[in-house]
């Protein structure tokens, strides 16, 4: 038991030596400053969401996890992880949805039935019943 706490304790330090989060607005500024090669116009990147971003002391690169979205929305599995070196694009992997406002029909990003009656439609499509009535729970 010793060892394996020993080992978690080692994971989580050395992950904490080597790591160091980036702020949202630096991250932003390094994608500004390489949206020429990231090939992002100033819509990408409103359209975006930063869901990780930090240093690796130990490779010397800085880490950004951009996730693609629309109308404050995250696209499904559309996202792009970059990483620099002193400021400059050295790798980007995954791929952007291009004109993604063509694609939505034009929908605003409210929904056209409240959570209820999805979650009714859902159970009923799935051949299933409610034991009681459904209430919508502020978290």
Do not use: H
């Not at 359209?47 to 693609?68: G, H, K, T, V």
């Amino acid at each position: 038991m010793k060892k394996i706490l020993l080992v978690i304790f080692s994971v989580l330090s050395i992950n904490t030596i080597f790591a160091q989060n980036i702020t949202e607005a630096d991250a932003f500024k390094l994608l500004q400053q390489n949206s020429i090669q990231l090939g992002l116009n100033a819509t990408d990147l409103s359209n975006s969401i930063i869901s990780d971003a930090y240093n690796n002391n130990y490779s010397n690169l800085q880490m950004i996890y951009l996730q693609q979205s629309y109308l404050g929305l995250p696209i499904y599995n559309q996202i792009q992880t970059l990483a620099f070196k002193t400021g400059k694009l050295v790798s980007k992997t995954g791929s952007r949805i291009s004109g993604i406002q063509k694609r939505s029909l034009g929908n605003n990003g409210i929904p056209s039935i409240d959570a209820t009656s999805a979650v009714l439609s859902a159970m009923r499509d799935r051949k299933m019943s409610a034991s009681r009535n459904l209430e919508i729970v502020k978290v």
